[in-house]
T-cell receptor, first 116, second 112 residues
Framework: NAGVTQTPKFQVLKTGQSMTLQCAQD?????MSWYRQDPGMGLRLIHY???????DQGEVPNGYNVSRSTTEDFPLRLLSAAPSQTSVYFC???????????????FGPGTRLTVL | GEDVEQSLFLSVREGDSSVINCTYTDSSSTYLYWYKQEPGAGLQLLTY?????DMKQDQRLTVLLNKKDKHLSLRIADTQTGDSAIYFC????????????FGSGTQLTVLP
């Protein structure tokens, strides 16, 4: 049981380039989400999904696209990278059940992205 | 919108107790969480508390919730060097239990 995995661990892009950050989970969780972490600002929700085929915007969705074709995978796409998107990106998943431990979000190790 | 605030830094001596504080503004918060982030790693859930509880203890960790003042604290007893990390407070409301609002994190440094 690998939990939540993210690739790549590190990435450097030039302004205007596109790329996809991969996220996968093997816990059969229906809920998945993407956060970005910036110094002194905690984590902010970018997009989330409550199940395959369903996605919605979080607090800071601009410049990012997501899709959820399977329960396991939730890729995050940067269509035209900007220096403001330099950040650490975390993917998380949790079950749809409610109450106590069932609400626990499991986080991946993160992708450190630098946009020059 | 919701806001969660924490102080940025805390230093303690090994063996002492650490107290990390957090305030939040959303009165409909249902769950309040403490996450730990070690250098270069993702976030690890330490503990959580329901909004109808005042206190929760889990081994060296004690969470206190003052709902009236919207104040949450995490006490770590007998702090060890391995406890050095960033600690995030987070809250969610009943309407979106998995949409967390995070504080900025408190960097805990444990001095030998």
């Amino acid at each position: 049981n690998a939990g939540v995995t993210q690739t790549p661990k590190f990435q450097v892009l030039k302004t205007g380039q596109s790329m996809t950050l991969q996220c996968a989970q093997d816990m059969n969780h229906e809920y998945m989400s993407w956060y970005r972490q910036d110094p002194g600002m905690g984590l902010r929700l970018i997009h989330y999904s409550v199940g395959a085929g369903i996605t919605d915007q979080g607090e800071v969705p601009n410049g990012y696209n997501v899709s959820r074709s399977t329960t396991e995978d939730f890729p995050l796409r940067l269509l035209s990278a900007a220096p403001s998107q330099t950040s650490v990106y975390f993917c998380a998943s949790s079950s749809q059940e409610t109450g106590g431990d069932a609400d626990t979000q499991y986080f991946g190790p993160g992708t450190r992205l630098t946009v020059l | 919108g919701e806001d969660v605030e924490q102080s940025l830094f805390l230093s303690v001596r090994e063996g002492d107790s650490s107290v990390i504080n957090c305030t939040y503004t959303d009165s409909s918060s249902t769950y309040l969480y403490w996450y730990k982030q070690e250098p270069g790693a993702g976030l690890q859930l330490l503990t959580y508390i329901f909004s109808n509880m005042d206190m929760k203890q889990d081994q060296r960790l004690t969470v206190l919730l003052n709902k009236k003042d919207k104040h949450l604290s995490l006490r770590i007893a007998d702090t060890q060097t391995g406890d050095s990390a960033i600690y995030f407070c987070a809250e969610s409301d009943s309407g979106s239990a998995r949409q967390l609002t995070f504080g900025s994190g408190t960097q805990l440094t444990v001095l030998p």
